[in-house]
C-alpha cells in the first residue's frame, strides 16, 4: 500500500519561502515519479514540479510559472521530495498535493493523469 505524507505548509509573505515534503512508503517499482500539484477553491489542479527516478539517472519538470524560483529535489535514502518554494506570490495561495507514480517502463509524469497515488494537501497562504 502506498502513502504519501506531506508536510511544511504554512503562511508566508510574498516574497518569502518555504520548503514542502513529502514522504512516500510502499513504492516498489523500478522508475517512480513524484510530484507537485497546487489547487484552489473552484479550479483544477496545476502541475508544479515533478521529480522523475529511474535505472541510472533521474530528471525534474517544473510549471512555467514557477521556473527559476522552485526546486524540486529527493532523498533517495528517505524516500522523500522536497519543494522548495522562493520568491512567493500571493496568488500562489493553494492546496499544495504531492503525486506519486511507478512504472518498469518508461512513462511521463506532468498531468494529473500520469499519477496514480496522492496525498492529503498541505495548505500554502501567501499574504501581499
Known amino acids: 500500500q502506498v502513502q504519501l505524507v506531506e508536510s511544511g505548509g504554512g503562511s508566508v509573505q510574498a516574497g518569502g519561502s518555504l520548503n514542502l515534503s513529502c514522504a512516500a512508503s510502499g513504492l516498489t517499482y523500478s522508475r517512480v515519479c513524484m510530484g507537485w500539484f497546487r489547487q484552489t477553491p473552484g479550479k483544477e489542479r496545476d502541475f508544479v514540479s515533478s521529480?522523475?527516478?529511474?535505472?541510472?539517472?533521474?530528471?525534474?519538470e517544473y510549471g512555467a510559472s514557477v521556473k527559476g524560483r522552485f526546486t524540486i529535489s529527493r532523498d533517495n535514502a528517505k524516500n522523500t521530495v522536497y519543494l522548495q518554494m522562493n520568491s512567493l506570490k500571493p496568488d500562489e495561495t493553494a492546496m499544495y498535493y504531492c503525486?506519486?507514480?511507478?512504472?518498469?517502463?518508461?512513462?511521463?509524469?506532468?498531468?494529473?493523469?500520469?499519477?496514480?497515488?496522492w496525498g492529503q494537501g498541505t495548505q500554502v497562504t501567501v499574504s501581499s
Open positions: 521529480f522523475y527516478k529511474y535505472p541510472g539517472g533521474s530528471s525534474t
Open positions: 503525486a506519486a507514480a511507478e512504472r518498469n517502463s518508461p512513462f511521463a509524469c506532468t498531468n494529473q493523469a500520469d499519477f496514480d497515488y
